[in-house]
């Protein structure tokens, strides 16, 4: 069983940074693909990135791309999120979650997942 626990949420203004990391706190995650997903109030949680173990290959929704980049640091069970240039549209409840299954393609089916930590809010103002 793996246990994820993300850091680095906060408040921040438009067009400003802010760098999210998931760390194993039992178990590790260093073969899994690894996504990260966000909760606005009233929403369904809708996919952001991920990223496979066995190829590195990456997956963005397009409302992120060329504003965020997933990475990942096996030797370190950590993985990271940069979020640059963002907007108010951004702020939500981040989870990073794990899927045991890596074929080599991420997914951004949520119900793919296995495990999920409990999130970071991210709030941006205007």
């Known amino acids: 069983q793996v246990q994820l626990v993300e850091s680095g949420g906060g408040l921040v203004q438009a067009g400003g940074s802010l760098r999210l990391s998931c760390a194993a706190s039992r178990g590790t995650f260093s073969t899994y693909v690894m996504g990260w997903f966000r909760q606005a109030p009233g929403k369904e949680r809708e996919f952001v990135a991920a990223i496979t173990w066995s190829s590195g290959y990456t997956l963005y929704a397009d409302s992120v791309k060329g504003r965020f980049t997933i990475s990942r640091d096996d030797a370190r069970n950590t993985m990271y999120l940069q979020m640059n240039n963002l907007k108010p549209e951004d702020t939500a409840v981040y989870y990073c979650?794990?899927?045991?299954?890596?074929?080599?393609?991420?997914?951004?089916?949520?119900?793919?997942?296995?495990?999920w930590g409990q999130g970071t809010q991210v709030t941006v103002s205007s």
């Open positions: 979650a794990a899927d045991r299954q890596d074929y080599g393609l991420a997914t951004s089916n949520l119900y793919q997942y296995d495990y």
